[in-house]
Every structure is written in C-alpha cells, then in structure tokens.
C-alpha cells in the first residue's frame, strides 16, 4: 500500500495513543522449574558436571549398591513404587553385582563384617521408580566415564509413596552432588557444605551435626537457620565407604 500510493485513497480511523489496551501476559516459566534451573546453572557455575540416568531403577542401583541391606524397611510396598512389568532389569554389571553380594553378605574383604545375611540375587534384579538422587551418583561411581578428580551433580525426580496433600506428593526432586579425589577429609566436606548453605541458600547461619546413612561412613546432617522458620534440615552428606 505504501509502495503502491493506493493508502491515498484509504481512509483511516483516527488512532488514539492514550487510549488503554488490554494487558498482554508473556509467557514465563514456572517458579519451580525456574528454581531447579537456577541451581543447575550454579552447580555449572562451581565445576560440577551433570549426572543423568533412567528413572526406572533396580533395586541393585537404587538400594544394593549403597550397602542398604534387603530387609531393611524403606524397599517395603509402601515405600517405593515397583514395576509391574517388566519385572526385571537385565543388564545389571555381573562382577559388580556379585562384589556388592559379598559386601553384603560378609563384608568382602574390608573392615566390615556385612549385614550378616543371604544376598538375593533376583530381587536386585527388580525394577521399581528411582526413590532416591544417589543411585545416580552410584552409577557414576561405576563408570568408566568417571574422571578423578571430578565434580558431579544432579536434580533427579525421585517417587516415594505418601499421602498427597499441600506439602506432599508422590514424586519429588532431590538435589545430589559428589567429588571425587584422592586425599579429601571431612574438613572438605564441611567446607564444602557451608559453601552449599551459603551459595544456595543465603544462609547466614548453618550447622552440621552426625547423622547415619548406609552408604556413608562418617554421615552429617546440614541446616541453615530461617529467619521465622528456626532451623531447617538442607540435606544429608558423607564420605562413600
């Protein structure tokens, strides 16, 4: 029309400025996912590298493999949410798998004298929805991918059962990191979690206190102190066995 000159022979309503117009809402992401973002990003920040791994889990990578024995009560029904079918993983790592079995069964050779009982080997064989973050760091731990040093984390969606209501649900995400190097001590782990504290959550005021956890060996336990909250649990932590 412009180029043409046929806008000569137009005519125009008049056209007001000042005139109000409808609010137009851009779309944005939701605060949650805008949150778990922001802590990838500073995990990336800090040299840590992203772990990742099948939500679809086998108890060998999920429990076994942490030295959580068998019979203990987190794997019950109502924990953990099992795989009708297919029942089975079948590409579980044969030695690693038969290691763990003696490090459950008698402590394979460490200082350790195991949980004392008769590993069974099909039911590390099933599947069930991955119920916690630290399977992944397990994975890594086994890999032949895994650099020493290194650095690694990961934002995993984890299921666990629970009575659904305005602070709970059946799936969550847990926030999982590990470093790997020769010659680190447990000063390094509470440097690192006062670092965690204060990076992550601005907190001003955090303590660490022992805890238990099969899989580590010493445990600790980090909380930050809220404002109008008091005290608040950020995470459990330890050195691998």
Known sequence: ?????????KGFRAFDVKAKLPEIYGGRKQHYRAFLDEVKQRFAAMGFIEMTGPIVESEFWDMDVLFMP?????RDIHDAYYVKGPKYADDLPKELVKRVAASHEHGEGT??????????????????LRTQGTALSARTLASKELKIPGRYFAIARCFRYDVIDATHNCDFFQTEGIVVEEGLTIKHLFGLLEMFAREFADADEIKITPAYFPFTEPSATLYARHPELGWIELGGSGIFR
Do not use: E, N, V
């Open 1 to 9: 029309m412009l180029r043409t000159g046929s806008w000569k022979k």
């Open 70 to 74: 068998q019979f203990h009560s987190a």
């Open 111 to 128: 200082a350790s004298r195991g949980w004392r009982y008769r590993f069974d080997l099909k039911r590390t064989a099933r599947l069930l």
